[in-house]
């Protein structure tokens, strides 16, 4: 069964830091995209972060350009995404996606939530002083 699990959430201060996880079971990363979404209240749901199947392309939102880093380790079947420079608009419930079709090459931006499914049940994100 397809599965997969977000968790490394929190309450941070501008400025600070967290680091995500996505747990991937039931499949292999080497041969799915994977991407990383977020929706604020009110909002929504917006590509921040993708990865391709070879693991050798990333992309990334504007927003976040710089301050995001996407990576994955294959023995752990789990996707990162180290988050940076937070701000209060960094604030959201963060969900990793499965990309619809082997192979993925993330190459298109903006990340489209159409193209991914199978979303973990996300973790939540608070950037305030």
């Known amino acids: 069964q397809l599965q997969l699990v977000e968790s490394g959430g929190g309450l941070v201060q501008p400025g600070g830091s967290l680091r995500l996880s996505c747990a991937a079971s039931?499949?292999?990363?080497?041969?799915?995209?994977i991407g990383w979404f977020r929706q604020a209240p009110g909002k929504e749901r917006e590509g921040v972060s993708c990865?391709?199947?070879?693991?050798?392309?990333?992309n990334y939102a504007d927003s976040v350009k710089g301050r995001f880093t996407i990576s994955r380790d294959n023995a752990k079947n789990t996707v990162y995404l180290q988050l940076n420079s937070l701000k209060p608009e960094d604030t959201a419930v963060y969900y990793c996606?499965?990309?619809?079709?082997?192979?993925?090459?993330?190459?298109?931006?903006?990340?489209?939530?159409?193209?991914?499914?199978?979303w973990g049940q996300g973790t939540q994100v608070t950037v305030s002083s």
């Open positions: 990865m391709s199947s070879s693991g050798g392309r990333t």
């Open positions: 996606a499965l990309d619809r079709g082997r192979f993925g090459t993330c190459s298109r931006l903006p990340i489209s939530k159409n193209e991914f499914h199978y």
């Open positions: 039931g499949f292999t990363l080497d041969y799915y995209a």
